[in-house]
């Protein structure tokens, strides 16, 4: 009689978690940003967040929780309740840097997250405030070398795609340039803005606007081919630093536990929402190379890029400033 009951209370369970699925969302779902506004990964948040909430039916809020690198919005989901109404915005840095840059996480990066799908994947761009005299890679190069040390450069955080990128290219050009993390790209943007530091690698994302308008100067982006969004704007590698290739990438994901059925509607969801001609167009048009994968495939994007930048950052011995 007991084994009858019990059998009983599980198909009820499970019977209640299909419905809950079946009925998904019938509330608001929030898209945890472990950064400020401003930055690449919330711009593109924030286009997905408009785009799914007109899919679902439901609002879709987008929420900064900024801090320790991204840790802090993704520690908040990964200890979330994974039933899919909070889910994590999150970058190559959170999730493919962090684990070899940070010795203590507050989560474990191997177990906290179910992967969803990539988003996109952001060329980087190597800007300077109008007012530094250079205007090409190799005059920036002369410049820096004349005055070692002397001029600087902001990043979203230590350790991030930025902050690599920029290193890799100090190796490549032989310089040596001052490094300034701030906690996000916006604020490192804004810096940049103001002349408070002469340069920064951003993603185009969230510097095409302020290239475009000529309030910034992209002497090159980091990716091996040109970007949509800036077809005049030579690669770093035609500018004579052979073989230079270092993009970012945005992606979504939900705290483990997620019902893999869930998670794979989530994922085909997005892929179709950013196959949308429309919104191919706007990510393209702001400097993004629109994605779209399948949960295995996002996984094996996370786990190659991990142990790729494990090996940049053990080989040049960065560490969190």
Do not use: C
Request: proline share 8%.
């Amino acid at each position: 009689m007991l084994k009858q009951s019990l059998t009983a209370l599980a198909l009820v369970a499970v019977a209640t978690v299909a419905a809950a699925q079946a009925h998904w969302p019938d509330r608001a779902v929030t898209l945890v940003v472990p950064f400020p506004p401003g930055g690449g990964t919330d711009t593109g948040a924030r286009i997905m967040a408009e785009q799914l909430s007109r899919k679902w039916g439901q609002p879709v809020v987008v929420d900064n929780k900024g801090g320790a690198a991204g840790q802090v919005g993704a520690d908040f989901v990964a200890k979330a309740k994974p039933d899919g109404y909070t889910l994590l915005v999150g970058n190559i840095g959170t999730q493919a840097i962090n684990p070899s840059l940070y010795p203590r996480m507050p989560f474990d990066p191997d177990k906290a997250f179910a992967p969803i799908s990539m988003i996109a994947e952001l060329p980087l761009a190597m800007m300077v405030n109008p007012k530094v005299p250079a205007k090409t890679v190799q005059e920036f190069i002369a410049l820096a070398k004349s005055q070692p040390g002397k001029l600087n450069y902001s990043s979203s955080g230590a350790g991030g795609a930025p902050h690599l990128a920029a290193e890799l290219f100090k190796d490549a050009s032989g310089t040596f340039i001052l490094h300034v993390p701030y906690r996000g790209g916006g604020p490192a943007v804004a810096d940049l803005l103001a002349g408070h530091v002469q340069a920064s690698f951003m993603t185009v994302l969230e510097a095409s606007a302020h290239i475009k308008a000529g309030k910034l100067r992209a002497l090159a982006v980091t990716s091996g081919k040109r970007v949509a969004a800036l077809p005049d704007v030579p690669t770093l590698a035609e500018s004579g630093l052979k073989g230079f290739n270092s993009v970012s990438w945005i992606g979504l994901l939900a705290p483990a536990g997620a019902p893999p059925e869930l998670v794979e509607r989530i994922s085909a969801d997005v892929r179709e929402t950013i196959a949308k001609p429309d919104v191919n167009a706007k990510l393209a048009g702001l400097g993004a190379v629109p994605g779209g994968s399948t949960p295995v495939a996002f996984a094996k994007t996370i786990a190659d890029d991990r142990a790729k930048y494990a090996e940049i950052i053990k080989s040049r011995r960065i560490t969190v400033e």
